[in-house]
């Protein structure tokens, strides 16, 4: 139905391997858009502003963010 959309799964050590992990599949010329699950609210602003540090437009989004606001940031 969505031939589109990959998924794959990749296991890490630790978080610096995680990390460096996400850095290389997120540069990767072939990646228009992508949807980063996390465990924590924590770990997604980090991730967050590690890949705007990368000079990657990424967004945090969390449960109490209202869904007006989700949508806005989604367009």
């Known amino acids: 139905q969505h031939g589109d959309i990959k998924q794959t799964l990749y296991f890490a050590d630790h978080l610096d391997h995680k990390d460096a992990l996400l850095k290389h ?3 990767q010329d072939n ?3 992508c949807i980063i699950f996390t465990a ?3 770990d997604t602003v980090r991730i ?3 890949l705007n540090t990368l000079g990657i437009k990424a967004v945090a989004l969390a449960g109490d963010l209202a869904q007006n606001k989700r949508l806005d940031i989604m367009d």
């Open 40 to 42: 924590t609210r924590n």
């Open 48 to 50: 967050s502003e590690q």
């Open 25 to 27: 599949f997120v540069t």
């Open 31 to 33: 990646v228009g858009q």
